[in-house]
């Protein structure tokens, strides 16, 4: 996987959700905070480079655990939700597999790669879906964005597992995501 960030920035929403998660931990949300000297983040389309976002989250999960990294993966999820549906790529009834043909092209506005980098849709069948994780966001957070993100469509015992893992020697992160139908 190319995991260059030069030239890669993504929405000031996501700088925001991660800070908003933790303003009521004062002794967590000062460590944080630092991260973002010198950047805007009033507006939520304001650009910051996602190294910051890297290193916030790189944060987390060294100092907090992967649990807080997937519960934060959950608030980017109910952005990236959020965004899908104000921008009419999906509505309330859309199936696992739209929600996440709309992840890719979410993906593709908010964080702005020159070389294109972020989601794939691998495979897809009635009950899975295989995602690949071409962008450098960190791997474990996508368990609880993927997670959330498909409960989003009415279905239920939501399971992420990897396929493939870039820190066991994969070249890219693919996630299988598999659900019963109500």
């Not at 949300?29 to 010198?38: I, Q, S, V």
């Not at 506005?109 to 071409?134: C, F, S």
């Amino acid at each position: 996987m190319d995991n260059s960030t030069t030239d890669v920035t993504l929405f000031a929403v996501f700088i925001n959700d991660i800070l908003d998660l933790y303003k009521n931990k004062p002794e967590i949300y000062e460590d944080l905070a630092p991260f973002t000297k010198g950047y805007d983040l009033y507006f939520a389309q304001n650009k910051i480079p996602i190294q910051v976002y890297n290193n916030m989250c790189k944060w987390i999960e060294d100092n907090l655990g992967r649990f807080n990294l997937i519960h934060l993966g959950r608030k980017i999820g109910e952005t990236a939700y959020d965004t899908m549906i104000s921008n009419k790529f999906i509505d309330r009834l859309s199936t696992p597999k739209q929600i996440m043909e709309a992840l890719v092209q979410v993906a593709a506005h908010m964080i702005q790669d020159p070389k294109g980098r972020g989601w794939e849709i691998v495979a897809y069948t009635d009950n899975a879906i295989q995602m690949k994780r071409t962008q450098t966001f960190n791997g474990r957070l996508q368990f609880g964005l993927l997670d959330g993100l498909i409960k989003k469509s009415n279905v239920m015992f939501v399971e992420v597992k990897y396929l493939q893992n870039v820190e066991e020697g994969a070249e890219f992160d693919i996630y299988e995501i598999t659900w019963k139908n109500r």
